[in-house]
């Protein structure tokens, strides 16, 4: 007898199914997707990373070098079942070891839960695999963004000079091709470069205050002093213009009052 070859498929429901590889090329991978709305397919790609692909997108995802990621499994072999062997007719009284007790009843079970109740534990525990999804994700982001700034080939890091890690390119379901993502030295990752820099810049602001708190306040100090500046200047400008917007009398009578005040 072969080995059956299976597919991992994650239903909309967060449960993983083993799906055989004879029913998906018999049905097509297509009807797998009609039936189940929002589920995915475990595949791989040269580099054996693993990525969860939308079923409708997987076509494309092949097209781009991804594979289904399969499991072999090996068929069980049957024991023979031993023959009974000969017994003699006389009979031996049974000893206590030999009488089985037979198991005792089972508790009813207590009673099954609600639409409601099961619907509230499905969307608590989804949650929960969320979140502890999100955080181990971004743990890992975080040691591969320190293992890309680490070693002797390495760039020194300068503070505030782009120093978000790029990913290998991944496969974006919006837009059915591969992409490069781009991390952070906080773990988060985005597939746009411009966010990236924006938040790695924050974070190295931070850092470089840290290190310099003294500079860090001058420059604070000089920033505010040329923002009062800016702010005299527009206000000044203002004024001007709403001067040389009033009629020709009123203006004259303005500079008449001005020479009338005592000095």
Not at 29 to 52: L, N, V
């Amino acid at each position: 007898m072969p080995n059956k070859i299976t597919y991992t498929i994650t239903t909309a429901d967060g449960k993983e199914h083993q799906v055989s590889k004879e029913n998906v090329d018999k049905y097509g991978m297509q009807s797998y997707a009609d039936a189940y709305k929002g589920a995915t397919i475990r595949m791989r790609d040269a580099q054996k990373g693993d990525y969860d692909i939308p079923l409708q997108h997987f076509d494309n995802a092949r097209k781009q070098g991804l594979h289904a990621f399969s499991f072999e499994h090996t068929p069980v072999q049957k024991q023979a079942t031993p023959k009974p062997t000969p017994t003699s007719s006389v009979t031996t009284a049974a000893t206590p070891q030999d009488i089985v007790q037979s198991p005792r009843p089972q508790s009813q079970k207590d009673r099954p839960m609600t639409a409601v109740e099961k619907a509230s534990m499905i969307s608590n525990v989804g949650n929960i695999v969320n979140t502890t999804q999100a955080g181990l994700q971004r743990t890992k982001n975080m040691m591969t963004y320190a293992k890309s700034k680490a070693g002797l080939y390495v760039e020194p890091v300068k503070l505030g000079k782009n120093n978000v890690v790029e990913t290998a390119k991944q496969y974006n379901p919006k837009t059915g091709k591969m992409q490069s993502h781009y991390l952070t030295e906080a773990g988060n990752e985005y597939d746009d470069k411009t966010q990236a820099d924006i938040e790695q810049a924050a974070i190295d602001d931070q850092k470089r205050r840290e290190l310099d708190p003294v500079q860090s306040q001058l420059e604070d100090a000089y920033s505010e002093r040329d923002r009062l500046e800016e702010a005299v200047s527009a206000r000044r400008k203002e004024l001007e213009d709403e001067y040389n917007n009033r009629p020709w009398y009123q203006r004259i009578l303005t500079e008449m009052g001005k020479a009338c005040i005592p000095m």
